[in-house]
């Protein structure tokens, strides 16, 4: 199963994001509200009125949800409120995968707590939480793949498992880990991925569309076609943001014209499908 994320849309109406990765003959789109990646957003946006104009709007396009990005940080006091809210508005999307942050490192305690409440609520509304891997550099209880894996073990739910990103590996860690190894010690855990290729400059890093960047995705997709073909993935391209130095994202001041949106997704959709047996 193959999905695109809406993020490459950043600055544009969510009707144009799901009209264009329609054409792009892809399935399943991929709501993305990620802080700092995506324009900025109150928990307002999660209303019953969203609720019943983003599955309209999927509908016409003749698309579906299977995930949904709502990124926060799980080890905040009041992340169980904000959390179960986002679940159940992904659900009325028809979401079956909500993509989110861990917690930084100093917040295992309260993230923990908070995990398994909401681990409760994730199964009662027949949804599983996506834990991802950040790519700010910055300490995280999910930092890459053998961290990752060893906290689903230890939460210990079906209802929480990985959302591995590629892309966030190589920034994370200051090209000192690469991702065509970490991953697969996350692999076992994982319930979603997300492809997305990146390149250093003397700023930091940028996003390019898939195999023109620094990872190796010919390996990888070589690895996935003959070991997990049916996992789900999904394109997650943000082509407005660029990484620091320090890793930490920058939000460019326009959005990118669509001509090289369109023209990003059709090379790494192609790239993709040429790899993956994948719908």
């Known amino acids: 199963m193959l999905s695109v994320s809406t993020a490459p849309f950043d600055g544009y109406d969510l009707s144009v994001a799901i009209s264009e990765i329609a054409r792009l003959g892809i399935r399943y789109v991929e709501p993305a509200f990620i802080q700092g990646y995506t324009d900025p957003f ?23 949800c299977f995930a949904f990005s709502a990124h926060m940080d799980l080890g905040s006091d009041d992340a169980v409120s904000i959390f179960t809210r986002r679940m159940e508005f992904a659900r009325q999307l028809g979401a079956k995968v909500i993509v989110t942050n861990a917690a930084p490192s100093d917040s295992r305690e309260l993230f923990l707590r908070n995990i398994e409440t909401l681990a409760r609520t994730a199964e009662s509304l027949d949804l599983v939480i996506g834990l991802e891997n950040p790519g700010d550099g910055k300490p995280n209880l999910l930092n890459g793949g053998t961290d990752g894996a060893t906290l689903i073990r230890q939460i210990g ?97 326009h959005p990118i014209p669509l001509d090289h949106i369109r023209k990003t997704l059709r090379n790494s959709v192609d790239y993709v499908k040429t790899r993956l047996r994948v719908e």
């Open 42 to 64: 109150c928990e307002d946006v999660f209303s019953p009125a969203n609720a019943k104009r983003i599955p309209k709007l999927l509908k016409d396009g003749g698309v579906s």
């Open 157 to 253: 739910s079906e209802a929480v498992r990985l959302n591995y990103d590629f892309g966030n590996v190589i920034s994370h860690f200051f090209e000192k880990r690469r991702p065509e190894e970490d991953f697969k010690d996350a692999l076992p855990y994982c319930v979603h991925l997300h492809i997305k290729d990146v390149r250093q400059n003397e700023d930091g890093w940028y996003f390019t569309e898939i195999g023109q960047g620094s990872i190796d995705y010919d390996s990888v997709l070589k690895h996935f076609a003959t070991e997990c073909d049916s996992l789900p993935v999904s394109l997650e391209i943000p082509l407005r943001v660029t990484r620091a130095k320090d890793a930490s994202p920058r939000r460019g001041p």
